[in-house]
């Protein structure tokens, strides 16, 4: 068992998803594992605080790992779909998460400039993301950009890279970069 899974209340949002994810089309037909070890490595040890945003959340993820490896920071679990809200609501409850809240609802209809941190697992494409991103995060806000390992990026020139962590997933290459908005 990955070390993602030894944390009470990652055990517990993997024993939910077990449970429902085919009944609520949560996630495709990967191994579960596989999504809390991208989360785990995405946002342990990155120091989060203030106000964060998980656009389109679906099952959790990357967002309620965000919120448990990062009790300082406040994160809004962004989704439209509401079997997959439905279900957000119940892992918070049974986690007993405080500082996570679901948004039911668009990206769209989130206020500009108000986030300290973004972050997204497959919500759309990094460039589409990061327009997103730039109109959210507060100045010199941090967006977290999930890419395959091998995948090419050009960092837009109203971000720069802070850290890029390189791990691997089920003997799968991936890389996150935190990106600082310029202001």
């Known amino acids: 068992m990955h070390e993602s899974l ?3 209340q990652m055990k517990i949002h993997f024993e939910l998803l077990k449970k429902w994810r085919n ?3 949560l996630v495709g037909p990967s191994h579960i594992e596989e999504h809390f070890i991208d989360a785990y490595h995405t946002c342990y040890n990155i120091n989060a605080t203030g106000t964060w945003v998980d656009l389109g959340s679906g ?7 965000l919120a448990i490896y990062n009790p300082k920071a406040q ?5 439209s779909r509401q079997k997959r809200a439905i279900f957000l609501r119940r892992v918070l409850a049974k986690t007993q ?4 809240t679901v948004f039911h ?3 769209e209809d989130l206020p ?9 697992r497959a919500y759309k494409n990094p460039p589409a993301y990061l327009a997103d991103a730039k109109r959210l995060l507060s100045n010199n806000g941090i967006a977290i950009l999930l890419l395959g390992g091998d995948s090419i990026f050009q960092t837009p020139k109203d971000f720069e890279v802070l850290e890029e962590k390189k791990y691997s997933v ?3 290459n991936r890389r996150t970069l935190l990106l600082k908005q310029l202001v």
């Open 105 to 107: 609802g668009r990206t």
């Open 170 to 172: 089920l003997n799968k």
């Open 97 to 100: 998460l405080t500082n996570a």
């Open 75 to 79: 994160v809004i679990l962004v989704e």
């Open 6 to 8: 030894q944390n009470p």
């Open 23 to 25: 009944a609520m089309d």
């Open 59 to 65: 099952a959790g993820f990357p967002g309620i790992a």
């Open 112 to 120: 500009s400039s108000s986030y300290d941190g973004v972050v997204s």
